[in-house]
């Protein structure tokens, strides 16, 4: 039991390292893009209002010069999708049905993951699809375990993250804003990232609030233990 809590602390604290390397190698990978959005093909350097995310991905700047970050890039977008398959995968066990939190959240989100790190591949738009709409699954069964806990504020907070998603799924598809798409992304994951950390952090509070209950109530069964044992010699004692 205490192996596996320690491997339950050690994994809530993958996910918070995974976004803060992703979010350090995400910032300079955009020093090294060489320029160019949708918007401005001329643009020097990465624009953070036009450009998406996943054009530091790209073999090419919008503009056509070599993207040097690229590499840099590729290894910010692994470690963030290895990070949120550890994420999913141990969430489930703080909440109380577990067997259905291990298949809706666990499984389905390791796999959405494993679908979207090929985000780079020439299948861009088929894999953002298929991954976006399976990431769906571990998202809807979070917030259903999350509002059955009674983690309210993480209820809320997920649900507008999930909005913000559709928001951007819609604008993808249909067209709508999609000027403003690039900046609805970063904002999306932004407020994404804060979430998963926010759920990450309460869970190691939770953890280490069990751990003192645990050692509370250990040491009370002990001095009960102790009483009695005191009892029995002053018995005997008297008995003598």
Not at 141 to 148: D, F, I, K, V
Request: positive net charge.
């Amino acid at each position: 039991m205490m192996k596996k809590r320690i491997l339950t602390v050690y994994s809530l604290v993958v996910p918070i390292a995974g976004i803060a390397i992703f979010v350090v190698l995400y910032f300079v990978a955009a020093r090294f893009y060489p320029g160019g959005s949708n918007a401005n093909p001329t643009h020097k350097g990465f624009d953070w209002i036009n450009n998406y995310w996943c054009d530091l991905i790209a073999s090419y700047g919008k503009n056509g010069s070599p993207n040097t970050g690229r590499t840099i890039a590729l290894t910010a977008m692994i470690t963030l999708f290895a990070s949120l398959s550890v994420f999913w995968f141990r969430l489930p066990d703080f909440f109380r049905e577990t067997q259905f939190a291990r298949l809706f959240i666990g499984y389905s989100g390791i796999i959405a993951m494993l679908i979207l790190v090929f985000v780079f591949t020439p299948y861009h738009d088929a894999i953002i699809l298929i991954g976006g709409s399976l990431s769906a699954i571990p998202f809807v069964g979070t917030l259903r375990e999350l509002y059955r806990n009674r983690w309210r504020f993480l209820f809320l907070f997920g649900s507008f993250c999930m909005a913000l998603i559709l928001l951007n799924f819609y604008s993808y598809l249909s067209g709508w804003l999609v000027s403003l798409l690039p900046l609805i992304q970063k904002i999306t994951l932004v407020f994404f990232l804060g979430w998963v950390l926010l759920i990450s952090l309460n869970c190691i509070l939770l953890l280490r609030s069990r751990k003192r209950l645990a050692a509370n109530t250990c040491h009370a069964n002990l001095e009960k233990v102790n009483y009695g044992l005191d009892k029995r010699h002053c018995h005997q004692a008297k008995d003598q």
